[in-house]
């Protein structure tokens, strides 16, 4: 079953496919002055699950209550927040509930944040309440131990996937030094950090374990295809669950631009990366990789 979320003047709208994975209520402030309203209902899907159908989203970037940055897509037109993406669990999309106008659609399960709850609010019983955020599901139960090999694997707590500053250019330079040794010089991050910030800037992230750069992911759009680069993790996080964060937030900010299929390249013989991208669905394609470079002189 698919159901669409539709801005207020349906400029914008976003097809997901099955059942939303959670629904949750909150009632931080943050919550409140985005929508007018009291609080928030958030049904999370895969974020597989979720294609933008109609129109083109804006987005704004915010930390939040829990501590974790979130990114909300907008249509420019009418302004309704229709989907965000929470750096907290970058595998999962929230929609706007209200945007599906199904009253029909399942009740939340829980409601957060209710120390800034209105004080005349009561919610059913069924609802459980936190008075916070509770830890994200699988986090709380398994410490810090992932679930290897599973494409929703969770990054230790401490990790968080931003958008590149320049502070982290040192971080970048030395990780990619160590992730890929063999790659050529015009590969560096002195060459190719510096070109991409020049060009859609927004679509580096990097992975930060206490202040320290572990992952790096790279992705571009040409109004055709998206294309995923660069994606690193340090050799001591590496199967944590860090690239998987990295990718999916990645291609959260490619379908934001209206991107509908992502390609990326890797060596031949890389079976362990290429298993890595088998889980978070990427299949490899019949196609022989052919390049011409245009800077013949600079090596
Ligand atoms: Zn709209
Ligand atoms: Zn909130």
Request: some cysteine; glycine content about 8%.
């Amino acid at each position: 079953m698919s159901r669409t979320a539709s801005c207020h003047c349906r400029g914008l709208a976003l097809e997901c496919e099955g059942e939303p994975t959670k629904i949750s209520l909150c009632n931080c402030l943050d919550c409140q002055r985005r929508t007018g309203s009291l609080f928030s209902v958030a049904a999370f899907f895969p974020r597989e699950a979720v294609r933008i159908v109609k129109g083109a989203a804006t987005s704004f970037s915010r930390s939040s209550a829990s501590g974790y940055p979130v990114t909300f897509h907008f249509c420019d037109q009418c302004g309704s927040s229709l989907w965000w993406a929470p750096e907290r669990m970058p595998y999962l999309v929230g929609v706007a509930v209200g945007a599906f106008a199904d009253p029909s659609f399942a009740m939340p399960a829980q409601a957060v944040w209710t120390a800034d709850k209105h004080h005349w609010l009561s919610f059913p019983e069924a609802l459980s309440l936190h008075e916070r955020n509770p830890p994200p599901k699988g986090a709380a139960s398994q410490g810090h131990a992932p679930r290897e090999g599973s494409a929703d694997s969770f990054s230790p707590d401490n990790a968080q996937i931003l958008p590149y500053e320049p502070h982290h250019f040192a971080g970048v330079d030395a990780l990619w030094q160590k992730c890929f040794p063999d790659d050529p010089s015009r590969n560096r991050a002195a060459i190719s950090v510096t070109d991409k910030m020049q060009f859609q800037p927004g679509l580096l992230f990097v992975a930060e374990i206490e202040g320290k750069v572990v992952g790096t992911a790279m992705a571009g759009y040409d109004g055709h295809r998206g294309w995923l680069y660069a994606v690193a993790v340090h050799p001591g996080q590496q199967r944590s669950g860090i690239g998987t964060l990295l990718v999916r937030r990645a291609e959260v900010a490619l379908m934001t631009l209206g991107c509908r299929k992502i390609n990326l390249q890797l060596r031949a013989e890389n079976d362990r990366v290429s298993s890595f991208y088998h889980r978070l669905g990427y299949t490899a394609e019949a196609r022989i990789s052919m390049s011409k470079r245009l800077d013949p002189g600079r090596e």
